[in-house]
């Protein structure tokens, strides 16, 4: 089948999960011999127009606007054009898949006009990032996601926890709903045996202390306070000996002067952004990897962290039980919950051979349940049950 894929984000623009996602699961649809074109907007050096694994690339401009939600209907018109003379000069297509509201009404507009079912993948909600709608901007956001539901053939969530949040907060019926999870490419993380890591890891701490970190975006619902409040207490029992890394670009200078205020500073290192290539060389020195979150659909860093064989804490907000099974693939604390976070890193960090056994096990449950190839034909099966429902259907 031939399908055409809208989504704001794709490599090397990284802005949440959705680039990743987009970026590993087409390739395995390419495998079973699906055509792939996917619609995203221009970034830095990258070409207009390029085939990446397989998948075609078209990369289009968006005139800026004097605000976001200005910008983004700059951006849906330039994609629905975009859209509609790929699917004239390159069609037919058989469906059309919009990843989140913000590209919904390009591929609205696309279903309509060409008659195409739509599928929509919704990786989160404004009601679950805020826990609630409280302003117009929240509501216009929420009614934006609500449209694209209504329009779409069918849903695909990424966890149960999603599956009941988009019943909830946008009223979608449940018999629309299909749970496909993230996955992730484990040999996308190994070791350079040329590298020197000693060298890298004294760039963030000295050889005796431990190296915990946070990596996400830099956001009040990753929960990132909730793991500075937990570090006095690591310490104490640490005897100083621990070094936190927050990994991720955007504005630090409220957890930077909450670090001051615990005393805790010196002890806390901010890095900004960093490279994909750093990322997978600093996992290799990493003794923990954390995810306090107060918000998560589903929690990919995480297996990002599986697959660099780093144990991990994770809290139990949304989607991450799904991910992390406590105790077998690693600790699950409770959210917003200091203390309980606290303890959990420290169960990491001073129990090695249980570290290294929750390590093991989170290594094998990525072939089991989080790998791209099955579920690639997991979403396979819901284009195939759609292209036959509307081969049935008078439009």
Partial sequence: MKILVLSWEFPPRLVGGIAR?????????????????????????????????????????????????????????????????????????????????????????????????????????????????????????????????????????CSHYMKEEVQKALGSSPDKLDIVYNGIRPDKKHRDPDFDYQSFRRCFANDQEKIVYYVGRITYEKGILVLLNAVPRILEQTSGNTKIVIIGGGNTDYLKSQSYNLGIHEQCCFTGFMSDEDLDKFQVIADCAVFPSLYEPFGIVALESFAARVPVVVSNAGGLPEVVRHNDTGIVTFANNPDSLGWGILEILQNPRRAQYLVDQAYEDLEKRFNWTKLAKETEAIYKQVLQERAKTIW
């Fill in 21 to 157: 996602h987009v970026a590993e699961l087409y390739p395995e649809l390419i495998k079973l011999g699906h055509e792939v074109h996917l619609i995203t907007i221009e970034f830095g050096e990258a070409p207009r127009y390029e085939i990446v694994e397989g998948i075609h690339i078209h990369r289009v401009s968006v005139m800026p606007g004097h605000d976001f939600f200005q910008w983004v209907c700059h951006m849906n018109q330039s994609m629905g054009d975009q859209g509609g003379k790929l699917i004239l000069e390159e069609g037919p297509f058989d469906l059309v898949h919009a990843h989140d509201w913000l590209v919904g009404d390009a591929a609205i507009a696309l279903k309509h006009h060409f008659r195409l079912p739509l599928i929509a993948t919704i990786h989160a909600t404004e009601f679950g990032r805020n826990n609630g709608i409280y302003n117009d901007s929240q509501r216009y956001i929420a009614n934006k996601e609500r449209q694209l539901v209504e329009d779409a053939w069918r849903i695909i969530v």
